[in-house]
């Protein structure tokens, strides 16, 4: 009984144990069932839970709370999509096969708490079902047409009246809640009757408002009447359903024309549309109707037969994208400086000349712009490229441009210049001053350019943009017509130390054969030549020329700067060491050649010792000198001479530092070439993108066939909350592949972010049932190796 008491006190504490971690998940949902406020609160925060949550039966959070009229917890999670812009959580469809939304089931059920607020978050009510029915004909259907009537006027009561609420301040902060916004409304009015005069003032505040309502919708009416009816179907139904895309490409399938219009004229008034395509349909102006547009963000306007715009597209205030490729333009309206928006500016393929540049030079938020394939576009002066301090890419090839502007070196951020195919002969030493790290790509191809060195680099050099960078800092041509003169004069320097180095290294390669020729004639002849010829390649004029020239690389270094400095010095103190290693080999040749000489002498003093023993046989001193004479002779002589074990290991050290200098050789050569594929690999990803921006293609991420693809078909990339930061980029990925992407202990998705430097993170149960949804947080080439990456980990390759 014991035994089994204790056993069972041991499965209730290991029960106990187990549930105390619990499944976040059904804790979060269990917690929205019961309106436990505070345990919703820290799960959508720490908890790591979203709205979109869904159960064992494919019901979102917001469903749960919608369909038991769970008014509190419907608030809470409705704030929570708008703090975070995700409101599209709120129209989710349930996973049951009906294809409802969470204000459909609130309708069916007769809830108007849970329905006024879905619809005063901004859900769509107009969504339609998997069976086609809106939510208002749910809640028609079961007898609620009240709230049938308020759900089809968006949440408005009949006399359109919110005095509770009013209209949306625009002073208040972004994703604001309820409760803060009544907070924040009380001690305004508070501070206000302090002051005295609140309730006039608010009673003015208020009328000018609705005022400025009325104004608005009477605008509105006047606008209506005024618009024409729609020619197109697709501009029909952009203009019913307030779409933000309207695509025209082509005229195939398009209904016929009144005559003299272009397009359909109620294009224009599409005032709902934040992007706009028309591409191939024979357009040769743009109407100053295009300034109704005002909301207009992306403007598409290529392959048609344009002359020129109107100055009412400076009205634009919004536009941030204009393509205007393979047109006619030959000019631009000087209000295109307007646009405070504008990032994205493609004119290639047109006709415009220097005056085009001019109108550009107020376009100071230009990111990328791209004037290809204008023949007429000799100069480029008149971009005024200083002002523009966010430019990133600019583009003009197959141009008729004759020079490179100095003032292209003020652009900080400047990362790719395309200038091929021009009419260029000189590069600006004011180019040098952009830096080799923010630099991705230059291109000068296909230019007379006078100095072959550049064309050398162009044509052959594997790390371009630093060696190029580094070559025209020194070596460009001034602004007032000069070239690097010292840079030049340097150089013809050292081509003269280096003739005269290499005229003594012959002369001394020849000496020692014409001293051990003549060695055994006239042994001490050869030694007096040598004595006598020894100091001349030291004192002659090639030290003076070396001497000159370091003390002008001296005085080129003090104006460099710190870092430019470091790596000069050290290129000095490089070439000083190879010179003393120059002038020992030589000195050691010269003490071989003497002696060489001495064992000469040595031998013939021999003989000559031999031939007088019989008249020195009695003295001790001559026979000590013969017998030191005939040791010399045995040994080779000479004060270099080795024994074998010196030779050895000097031959073991020659070895040792053959293999060193031979891997230091392999591991630089190792070095560029993965510079080289890095290069590669970033000018690929470069077009794509480029290619991708001409073809307008939104492209997203997309799981199909057991990868994931980059296409078009996906969640959107939700830009940074603050400007600079990287865009957030969601796929949703079967639930089956994520322990793969994770690994053992997280393992494998940490090295993911360790070598992309990217923010990754899977949320489960987000995206459907059986599905989950991988969130990466990076820059574009960041998250192009997130997706290798993970599609190594899903394939069970090696990354």
Known sequence: ALRRARSVRASRLRGTMSNKGGNKREKFLESVR????????????????????????????????????????????????????????????????DGRTALMMAAAHGHQEACQELLDAGCNFRLKCDRGKTAAEYASKAGHDALAARINRGGESEEEDTDEEDDIDPDAPEGETATQRSKRKKKELEAKERRGGAVDEHAAQEAARRAAAEAEELAAAVLKKEMPTPVWEKVQKAIQAESKELTLEGTKGLAALPSGAEVDPAVWWATATNNLKMCRLGMTRVPDEIS???????????????????????????????????????????????????????????????????????????VTLVLDGNPNLRALEGLAFETKERLVTFSAKRCAVASVPESVSKCSLLAELFLSDNQIRDLPMALGELKEKKVRALDFENNPLSDPKVKKMIGKSA???????????????????????????????????????????????????????????????????????????????????????????????????????????????????????????KKRAEMETAAAVQRAAAVDANALGDDESDVDSDDEEAILERKQRARLAAAGGGAYTLTPEQRA???????????????????????????????????????????????????????????????????????????????????????????????????????????????????????????????????????????????????????
Not at 314 to 326: C, F, I, R, T
Not at 346 to 356: G, K, V
Not at 467 to 494: D, M, Q, T
């Open 34 to 97: 019961k309106q436990k406020l505070d345990t919703v609160r820290w799960s959508l925060g720490a908890g790591g839970q979203s709205p979109s949550v869904r159960d064992d039966d494919g019901y979102t959070s917001i469903m749960i709370a919608a369909a038991g009229n769970l008014h509190k917890v419907l608030r809470m999670l409705c704030d929570h999509t708008r703090k975070t812009r995700e409101r599209e959580q709120m129209d989710l469809k349930d996973g049951a096969g």
């Open 292 to 366: 109704r547009l005002a909301g207009l963000k992306t403007l598409i306007l290529s392959n048609n037969n344009l002359t020129s715009l109107p100055d009412a597209i400076g009205d634009l205030s919004q536009l941030k994208v204009l393509e205007l490729e393979d047109n006619a333009l030959c000019s631009l309206p000087a209000s295109l400086k307007k646009c405070g928006a504008l990032e994205n500016l493609r004119l290639a393929n047109n006709a415009l000349t220097d005056s085009a540049c001019d109108a550009l030079a107020g376009c100071v938020t230009l």
């Open 463 to 585: 790390n371009l943009v630093k060696e190029l960078l580094v070559y025209v800092r020194k070596n460009g041509v001034r602004s007032g017509g000069g070239g690097g003169g010292k840079g030049k004069k340097g150089k013809g320097k050292k081509k003269a130390v280096a003739s005269s180095d290499e005229e003594a290294s012959s002369d001394e390669e020849q000496a020692p054969v014409v001293t051990e020729t003549r060695a055994p004639e006239k042994p001490r002849a050869p030694v007096a030549e040598t004595e006598a010829e020894t100091p001349k390649p030291s004192g002659g004029d090639g030290s003076d020329s070396d001497s000159e020239d370091e003390e002008e690389l001296r005085e080129r270094m003090s104006r460099m700067s710190k870092k430019e400095r470091v790596k000069a010095e050290r290129k000095l103190a490089e070439k000083k060491s190879a010179k003393a290693a120059k002038a020992a080999a």
């Open 649 to 799: 290991a000097a031959e073991k050290a020659e070895a040792a530092r053959l293999a060193q200098v031979q891997a230091e050789r392999d591991a630089l050569e190792a070095a560029e070439k993965a510079k080289q594929e890095a290069k590669d690999a970033e000018e690929a990803f470069a077009k794509m993108r480029l290619k991708e921006a001409a073809d307008g293609v939104v492209m997203t991420w997309l799981y199909e066939k057991g990868a994931i693809q980059r296409k078009p078909g996906g969640i959107p990339f939700k830009p940074g909350k603050k400007p600079g930061e990287p865009p957030t980029i969601l796929c949703v990925i079967p639930a089956m592949v994520v322990g793969r992407i994770i690994g053992k202990a997280g393992a494998t998705i940490r090295e993911i972010e360790a070598r992309s430097k990217a923010r990754v993170s899977i949320q489960e149960g987000k995206g459907g049932p059986g599905m989950s949804t991988l969130s990466v947080i990076g820059d574009d080439r960041a998250a192009e190796s997130v997706r290798m990456m993970v599609n190594n980990a899903i394939g069970g390759g090696k990354r």
